[in-house]
Nanobody, 120 residues
Framework: QVRLVESGGGSVQPGGSLELSCVASGSIFRLISKAWYRQAPGKQRELVASVTAGGNTNYAASVKGRFTISRDNNQNTWYLTMNSLKSEDTGVYYC??????????????WGQGTQVTVTS
């Protein structure tokens, strides 16, 4: 069983910063990719940022230059540093991981979500 636990959400004024973290635990053989998604009220869940095991990153156009995805050396913890936050960044943020639980089987896992609210 694999579990992802996020932390670090909260409320911040426009222009402020927040950092989210995600810790993966359980039967992890090898991580393939890690990512952050968000879902605003009334909208579909969207990819915010992702990083592969090789370190290649990808960002949504709306957050490029403001958000950074990073990871610990142990590979099982990753972060989303969010700067210059805007009201449109408000939503529930979910961490996501695609990983192998054994050499032959991989699956996708989600955290429980953490609320980020940007408001004056």
């Amino acid at each position: 069983q694999v579990r992802l636990v996020e932390s670090g959400g909260g409320s911040v004024q426009p222009g402020g910063s927040l950092e989210l973290s995600c810790v993966a635990s359980g039967s992890i053989f090898r991580l393939i990719s890690k990512a952050w998604y968000r879902q605003a009220p009334g909208k579909q869940r969207e990819l915010v940022a992702s990083v592969t095991a090789g370190g290649n990153t990808n960002y949504a156009a709306s957050v490029k230059g403001r958000f950074t995805i990073s990871r610990d050396n142990n590979q099982n913890t990753w972060y989303l540093t969010m700067n210059s936050l805007k009201s449109e960044d408000t939503g529930v943020y979910y961490c996501n991981a695609r990983l192998y639980t054994d050499p032959a089987a991989w699956d996708e896992y989600w955290g429980q979500g953490t609320q980020v609210t940007v408001t004056s």
